[in-house]
């Protein structure tokens, strides 16, 4: 999916770095409101360690009032007689009664939710500042303009430290079960993206270190947050937003995308990068003259740079292709002749030409395999495109990635990898000819 179709993301060229916690705040705010079972689940965390969750809600007659509201001024809340005072930051909540500051104002609270008679203040830093003064502050001037003294009033006051970490942590088992009942929510979902974005440790993610190799899921998402993490250090990288793959966008003109997967069964990752995808990508490949490299160094050590064919046929979008190696062919097929000659559009009345060459070179049965005569020969179609693109992978073994990766909040040395990975594919995988 595009990132900008994010409910949560505004389309703006900006990092809006300012106006991100009131984000994060507003969008906590919409998923709180549309998403019931993640509310009933952080009202239970919130409420732990009393009984004032059953008392609300365990009477199914019994009639129960809520609200949530954003930028709410101290004056405008009124009618409580209970209230949670709730920091939401990546630093835990300082001892809330050693607070000291009674300036007397009228301030805005970032989040306000209201349950019949029970006020909770949420108050939210984007980072790890430790706002307990703050909401100290607010919870007093509350207070204030009901003429209420906090001292008095201390034994209906719980402070509660949710963090991000708790706050997503919640998120995330709701999501899963939502999603393994085939119900998930778009508002969830997209903001787990949105704060996965702004700082991935505040996810529950476990290190490949502590997984076991057939852990896929768990892997593909280490990963994922590896090439955040080395998409933010870089400017000139973007990580893909495609539901169906997982990977970057990549600097070459003969290609434009690196792609990363990992095997189900080994806990291998596969790095794969297809030059050549379309007829213009193949200009710089055959063109010029370049070889794929066999090797790829990366931190000094040498991946083995598996090569293979993938002959590709679109019209609007992909129509089928061909998935090739060496033994395939009987002849050389990608030649500079070749490409000049048989790349690009080919009317109907051409496509003779295109079959007549593949017979000539190509030993397995490509016809079948393809459905040449069924999505091509037979179709609706008076032209298609072909191009002649490549498959180049490496494997990275599990072993290599659970020693690199063992601390839950260092991403640091896995990013590091993808960032190697990345400039050995982009300097070193095409080179010049050997002279003969």
Known sequence: ??????????????????????????????????????????????????????????????????????????????????????????????????????????????????????????????????????????????????????????????????????????????????????????????????????????????????????????????????LTQFCNDNGTVQKLTYNDRLGTTFSKDWANELLFNIDANTGDLIVNIYPGNTKGQGYEIFQSGLQFTEHLKINNQLYKANKNYHIKLTGQSYITGLWLSDSDFKKPLYTKQNFNKYTGRFKRESWGTIEALLDDHISTDWKNECKWEGKILSSNRTVFNISFGYHISITVPFEELSQLDIKHDHIAPLANLINSIYKAFERSLLIEEPSA
């Not at 984000?23 to 919130?46: G, M, P, Y």
């Not at 402070?159 to 508002?187: G, H, Y």
């Not at 974005?197 to 993610?205: A, D, I, Q, V, Y």
Request: aromatic share 10%.
């Open 1 to 226: 999916m595009n990132k900008h179709l994010n409910i949560f993301t505004t389309y703006a060229k900006d990092n809006r770095s300012y106006q991100l916690e009131n984000d994060l705040t507003r969008s906590l705010a919409i998923c709180l409101q549309e998403d019931a079972l993640f509310f009933h689940e952080v009202l239970k965390s919130i409420f732990s360690g009393s009984n004032l969750f059953d008392q609300l809600f365990e009477n199914l007659d019994g009639e129960t009032n809520v609200q949530i509201e954003i930028q709410k001024q101290a004056s405008q809340i009124t009618d409580f007689e209970k209230v949670y005072a709730v920091t939401l930051s990546e630093a835990e909540m300082f001892n809330f009664w050693v607070q000291t500051d009674h300036t007397e104002y009228d301030p805005i609270c970032d989040l306000v939710i209201t349950v019949n008679d029970v006020l909770i203040v949420v108050e939210a830093k984007r980072d790890n500042i430790d706002c307990t003064a703050q909401l100290y502050n607010q919870v007093f001037n509350i207070l204030k303009k009901q003429n209420i003294n906090i001292e008095e009033h201390k034994a209906n006051i719980t402070p509660f430290d949710l963090n991000w970490k708790k706050l997503m942590l919640i998120a995330v088992k709701v999501a899963s079960f939502e999603k393994t009942t085939n119900n998930s929510n778009r508002f969830l979902t997209d903001f787990i993206q949105l704060v996965k974005n702004h700082n991935f440790r505040w996810l529950p993610e476990t290190p490949i270190g502590s997984l076991q190799c057939g852990n896929k899921k768990s892997i593909e998402r280490r990963i994922e947050s590896a």
